[in-house]
Every structure is written in structure tokens, then in C-alpha cells.
């Protein structure tokens, strides 16, 4: 407990303990800093406790339900399976305790101070940080803001009673009859189709030209016959209306087409994106942190603030919100208050939605390389011509390579399929090398993997592929 306003002293101050902040937190302390470490709610962050993992989680569970149902293609017969959903909660929950954990065992063995609580900062270099048991004042040398962001709400479905962000999505108490999503982006479009995997009725509502608009048109179609075949009623071109719900259900009135269209269901899931969490009491304010017009932090390429010795990272910043984006910023931060030349390089974040099928990719699509002016060459190879994907009974999909078509260096790379989220992470080591179409091509990949699909892709593009015929 500390007494009227002595100040403790701290090297690096970091607020929140997300994957930005527990990581900014413990490379600070590895390069020799004392630094403290705040969050208002829990280790982790949204990504462990409400947010990546528990979802992959649920995702992973609705695909173990999905092939025991389709084992007898394989000659497994093993009955009508059923779901239990407390056990399939209980397994999420597990999942997020583990990892979690983990996390707090490496903020100790690191020697960071964590404090539960808020952080309202007083000037420049102090900050007063606060729960319902105490408010200790700090002085700090350095600090990295890594607050994250929440789930966007919209006025006409205010969450609450049937209407549900993300974070309630992944804890309900019974798995739902019956499901409207409004946001066809990568979070609802993961959440939608696990619960459509477990027997949900699951309904759309997308107000793009397509689903999964940040992606390659080509992988957004290969999800959208997916969840046709599923029997998910995607509406694109969309645009919901209101809600009017009861303690049973909620109905949902939306346009398309120029025609109203109402839809019933047990929940609403509003997935319409994520706002930086940069206002509130935190007081950027008030120590003059610059802002954009979008509420996220200005910084320059080491992620520092226009206030030299306060850096921030993440969902606050611009640029993609994912979680690795922060973890690699986490790191960037942290070395430049070590004076170390570190600086961000954006070439390489993969973005990948835990679909079916996945969809994974770093670097330009083909468009985006030709909007820069390259001329490109593409290399497309099929999983239904790779013996390990239709040995796994996951023949559909694709593997695209971008490369220029005057040096054959890669510049970008594109998967749908089974295993994308791992696959892309070789493409993005390519790219980040500076490797050429040859390199890929010439690379001796393991056989019978989907990997090989990589190699094969390259040779695609060199104009003399084995294993396909390119007319």
C-alpha cells in the first residue's frame, strides 16, 4: 500500500497484458528494464480469455463433431454421434486456463510486476494505476500503451438479452437452435460456421458484394459454396435494419435487393468489426497523445508516439487488428526503448480466417501487385492434385503464388484449404527473404504433404509443372 502521493519509480510502464502488452512486458524485462505490467481485466487479453483461442477452440471441437459424422467415408462406423455442449464449453474453458497459465508463469519467470487494475495517467511520466483495493502512483521512464479494442456496437442492435458480440458468442449455455449473424468478415464468418457445423440454423447478413471481403474473391467463393452446402442462407449486398427481440428469440428485419426480409432466430451475433480502446479514463487526452480521426494512435516506425518516450501497438494503431500484428509491434517497442534499430516492416502479416476452408494469405494478391504497377506471374495448384490433401478427404482448395514477372521475386501468396493458417507461414518467410519463384521450386519438399503444394505452385508459375497441365 503506498501513502499519499509517493511515487514509485519504473523504467517501463506497459498497459494491458494482450498479446501486445504481456510481450512488449517481458522483452522489455529481457533487455534488462523493471517494468509493470496493467490490465483492467485479465492476463492474456481478448485474444486468450474471449477472442483467438477460445474460439479456435470451439472451431477445432466442431470439426472433431463434423468428421466422427463423416467417418464411414473412410471406413470408420462409429454411429450417430451426439453433442454435448456443456463438455464442449468445458473443453474451451480448459483450453483458455492452460494458456492463460502459461502466461502468467512467464510474466513471473521475466520478474514483471503485474497489477490488476486500471491506469489513469497523471503527466507525462507518472501514472496512477488503481483497483478497488489500492492506487499506487508510478514514475516511469518509458511506456507502451496496448489497450486493444472491443467489439463495435451498433445503435439499431445494442448488445444485450439475445443480441451478442463475439465474447458472449463463444460462452453461451446451450448451443443455439438457430443463429442470424450480421458481418460476413472473418469473425463472423468462423463463428457462423462452427455453430452451423453443431446443427445451427445459421443466417448472414452481409453488406459487401461478398463474404470475407478483405480476402482473395476466389477463397471468398470457395467459403461460400462451403456454407451453401452446409445450409447457411448468406445474404450479401445486405442491410440490417432492426432487431426486435423477446425472452425467446430475436427477429431480425434487413433489405436486399430492394426488398425487406425478416428472419427469426434464437440469437443475433453482431460481427461489424472492432474499436480501439482509446477513449475512456486512461487520459491520452490529457497528456496530448495524438489521435486520428478513427480514435487509433499515431506513431512512426519504431511505434513511437509524438510524445518520444510513449509507444503504442495493436488493435490502437493503424493497420490490422490481429493479434500477431501486436506481438510483432510488442517486440519493435521494446527494442527501440533499448535504443536497438528495430522498425516495423508490414510485408509480411498473414491474415487468415479458421474458415472451412481456411483461408490464409501474406503479402499482394494478384490485383494488388498490378494496382503497383508489376507485371506478375501466377502459380495455382489445386488440393484435389495433391495425394495428402485427397488422402485426408480435403481435396478442395487452392495454393497461389504472386510473383514479378521480370525478377520472379515472390510477392505474395494465397491458400484455401486444409492447414492454410500453417502452410501461409512458408510463404511468408519467402517473401520476407526475398525469395524468388526458382528458390521456392528448387526447394525439396517432403512427400506426400500439402506442403509440396508450395513447390508445386512455384513450378506452376515457371511454366513446367509436373503433377499438373497448365494449357
Not at 311 to 328: E, F, Q
Request: with cysteine; proline share 4%.
Amino acid at each position: 500500500m503506498v501513502v499519499g502521493d509517493a511515487s514509485l519509480d519504473i523504467d517501463v510502464l506497459v498497459i494491458g497484458a494482450g498479446p501486445g502488452g504481456y510481450v512488449a512486458a517481458i522483452r522489455a524485462a529481457q533487455l534488462g528494464f523493471s517494468v509493470l505490467c496493467v490490465d483492467k481485466q485479465y492476463v492474456g487479453g481478448v485474444c486468450l480469455n474471449v477472442g483467438c483461442i477460445p474460439s479456435k477452440a470451439l472451431i477445432s471441437a466442431a470439426h472433431q463433431y463434423e468428421a466422427v459424422k463423416h467417418a464411414a467415408q473412410f471406413g470408420i462406423e462409429a454411429g450417430e454421434p451426439s453433442v454435448n455442449w456443456a463438455k464442449v464449453q468445458e473443453h474451451k474453458n480448459s483450453v483458455v486456463s492452460k494458456m492463460t497459465g502459461g502466461v502468467n508463469a512467464l510474466l513471473k519467470g521475466n520478474k514483471v510486476q503485474f497489477f490488476s487494475g486500471e491506469v489513469m495517467f497523471i503527466n507525462e511520466h507518472e501514472a496512477r494505476v488503481f483497483n478497488e483495493q489500492e492506487s499506487p502512483r508510478y514514475r516511469f521512464k518509458h511506456c507502451i500503451i496496448a489497450t486493444g479494442s472491443r467489439p463495435i456496437e451498433l445503435k439499431a442492435f445494442p448488445f444485450g438479452g439475445r443480441i451478442l458480440s463475439s465474447t458472449e458468442a463463444l460462452s453461451l449455455p446451450e448451443r443455439p437452435q438457430s443463429l442470424v449473424v450480421i458481418g460476413g468478415g472473418y469473425i463472423g464468418i468462423e463463428l457462423g460456421q462452427m455453430y452451423a457445423k453443431f446443427g445451427t440454423k445459421v443466417t448472414v447478413i452481409e453488406g459487401a458484394d461478398t463474404i470475407l471481403p478483405g480476402f482473395d474473391p476466389e477463397m471468398s467463393r470457395l467459403v461460400a459454396k462451403k456454407l451453401a452446402s452446409s445450409n447457411v442462407d448468406v445474404y450479401t449486398g445486405a442491410q440490417a435494419q432492426s432487431a426486435e427481440q423477446t425472452d425467446k428469440d430475436v427477429t431480425v428485419t434487413f433489405t436486399v435487393g430492394g426488398e425487406e426480409k425478416k428472419v427469426t432466430a434464437d440469437y443475433l451475433l453482431v460481427t461489424v468489426g472492432r474499436r480501439p480502446n482509446t477513449d475512456g479514463e486512461l487520459g491520452l487526452d490529457l497528456i496530448g497523445i495524438k489521435l486520428t480521426d478513427r480514435g487509433l494512435v499515431e506513431v512512426d516506425d519504431q511505434c513511437r508516439t509524438n510524445i518520444p518516450h510513449i509507444y503504442a501497438i495493436g488493435d490502437i494503431v493503424p493497420g490490422p487488428a490481429l493479434a500477431h500484428k501486436a506481438t510483432y509491434e510488442a517486440k519493435v517497442a521494446a527494442e527501440a526503448i533499448a535504443g536497438l534499430p528495430s522498425k516495423v516492416d508490414y510485408r509480411c502479416i498473414p491474415a487468415v480466417c479458421f474458415s472451412d476452408p481456411e483461408c490464409a494469405s501474406v503479402g499482394l494478391t494478384d490485383a494488388e501487385a498490378k494496382a503497383q504497377g508489376y507485371k506478375t506471374k501466377v502459380g495455382r495448384f489445386s488440393y484435389g492434385a495433391n495425394g495428402r490433401a485427397v488422402s485426408l478427404g480435403a481435396a478442395e482448395g487452392f495454393v497461389k503464388l504472386v510473383a514479378d514477372a521480370e525478377t520472379g521475386l515472390l510477392l505474395g501468396a494465397q491458400v484455401a484449404g486444409h492447414e492454410a493458417s500453417n502452410l501461409i507461414a512458408e510463404m511468408g518467410l519467402a517473401i520476407e527473404m526475398g525469395a524468388t519463384l526458382e528458390d521456392v521450386a528448387l526447394t525439396i519438399h517432403a512427400h506426400p504433404t500439402l506442403g509440396e503444394m508450395v513447390m508445386e505452385a512455384a513450378e506452376v508459375a515457371l511454366g513446367h509443372p509436373i503433377h499438373a497441365i497448365v494449357r
